[in-house]
Nanobody, 123 residues
Framework: QVQLVESGGGLVQAGGSLRLSCAAS????????MAWFRQASGKEREFLAA????????AYADPVKGRFSISRDNAKNTVYLQMTSLKPEDTAVYYC????????????????WGQGTRVTVSS
């Protein structure tokens, strides 16, 4: 099983930046791509970005291209989501996931979810 633990959420003013972290552990987590999703209150969970452990290949959803950046540190088994130029509409719970078949349109098969970390962007 794969265990994922997010951190780094909090309150930030509009225009600010925040970096989320996701520590991965367990069996075969490196076999999966790592992805970030978010879910705002009353809305469906939304794919944001994904990255592979081996090559560091990335994919982004169109709404966050140019503002969000996903990266990984293989030595720390940690994936990051750097968020810049934050807007109030970025307010959501952000989830890390281990998944298969990820592209800019999302992931076909999510194998594990983290518990989520809340991001609040004030205007």
């Amino acid at each position: 099983q794969v265990q994922l633990v997010e951190s780094g959420g909090g309150l930030v003013q509009a225009g600010g930046s925040l970096r989320l972290s996701c520590a991965a552990s367990g069996r075969s987590f490196s076999s999966y791509a790592m992805a970030w999703f978010r879910q705002a209150s009353g809305k469906e969970r939304e794919f944001l970005a994904a990255i592979t452990w081996s090559r560091g290949s990335t994919a982004y959803a169109d709404p966050v291209k140019g503002r969000f950046s996903i990266s990984r540190d293989n030595a720390k088994n940690t994936v990051y989501l750097q968020m810049t130029s934050l807007k109030p509409e970025d307010t959501a719970v952000y989830y890390c996931a281990a998944a298969l078949g990820c592209s800019g349109n999302g992931c076909l098969d999510v194998k594990a979810w983290g518990q989520g970390t809340r991001v609040t962007v004030s205007s």
